[in-house]
């Protein structure tokens, strides 16, 4: 699963890490690439933070429910500032056979982001 470096999600730059975000919206969306780019055991003191990647080298028709269903517990158990409303599947084309996540996202109190 790749994430690409430079977000743009609903019109606000994710480009920058923040550590101390003050603008709940973008905290959280930072937190969800955050909790799409890490994998699942590479956090010290925190090796249940992240996504698992047991989906690798599997064929992309049974490795698209893994990822989807991989994605939202993720992103319900480490932000539950928001929920998941969808996950789309695109191509990478640059990398043939590999799939690029877009993840659709309300912010509780707040309106839909895709990340």
Same mark, same amino acid.
């Given at each position: #699963?790749?994430?690409?470096? =430079?977000? %743009?999600t609903?019109?606000? =730059?994710?480009?920058?890490i /923040?550590l101390?975000e /003050?603008?709940t919206? *973008?905290?959280?969306?930072?937190n969800v *690439? ?5 994998a699942?055991?590479t956090?010290p #003191?925190? *090796?249940? !933070?992240g996504t698992?990647a047991? !989906?690798?080298d /599997?064929p992309?028709? %049974?490795?698209?429910p893994?990822i989807? +269903?991989?994605?939202?517990? +993720?992103i319900e158990?480490?932000?539950? *500032?928001?929920e %998941?409303?969808?996950i789309d599947? %695109?191509p990478?084309?640059s =990398? @043939?056979?590999?799939?690029? @996540?877009t993840?659709?996202?309300r ?7 895709v990340v």
């Amino acid at each position: #699963m790749a994430v690409q470096n =430079n977000i %743009v999600t609903g019109g606000i =730059n994710l480009g920058r890490i /923040t550590l101390n975000e /003050t603008d709940t919206v *973008r905290a959280v969306l930072q937190n969800v *690439r955050n909790i799409l780019r890490t994998a699942l055991g590479t956090v010290p #003191m925190y *090796r249940e !933070f992240g996504t698992d990647a047991r !989906f690798v080298d /599997t064929p992309i028709n %049974v490795a698209t429910p893994i990822i989807y +269903a991989i994605i939202r517990e +993720a992103i319900e158990e480490f932000e539950p *500032r928001c929920e %998941v409303v969808d996950i789309d599947f %695109v191509p990478d084309v640059s =990398n @043939p056979g590999a799939l690029l @996540p877009t993840v659709r996202v309300r912010i509780k109190g707040e309106e839909e982001y895709v990340v």
